[in-house]
């Protein structure tokens, strides 16, 4: 069987490690992902939000996080560490 660590390498900086195990088959993530942002501690939004930019719900965006000029994040949304 196919599994998660064969494709994917699953960065110590994310909070989810316990509910992703890299043993499972990638497909089987995908159900885990409402279960994982369910149980995230989510915090106030800090840092500047663009002008352009519409969030909504329960975000975590990481302060290193590049975000767009303009478009919409609605969540649960969990954007972390070097995302642009």
């Known amino acids: 069987m196919l599994k998660?660590?064969?494709?994917?390498?699953?960065?110590?900086s994310l909070p989810f490690d316990q509910v992703?195990?890299?043993?499972l088959a990638p497909w089987q993530w995908v159900p885990l992902i409402a279960h994982?942002?369910?149980?995230?501690?989510?915090?106030?939004?800090r840092g500047d939000i663009p002008p352009g930019l519409h969030v909504e719900g329960q975000v975590?965006?990481?302060?290193?996080v590049?975000?767009?000029s303009f478009g919409s994040i609605t969540g649960?949304?969990?954007?972390?560490e070097g995302c642009e």
Request: glycine content about 2%; charged content about 20%.
């Open 66 to 68: 590049k975000l767009p």
């Open 60 to 64: 975590f965006i990481h302060p290193s």
């Open 4 to 12: 998660a660590s064969d494709l994917f390498d699953f960065p110590e």
């Open 36 to 45: 994982a942002l369910k149980a995230f501690p989510f915090e106030s939004l």
């Open 20 to 23: 992703f195990s890299a043993e």
């Open 76 to 80: 649960p949304a969990y954007i972390g």
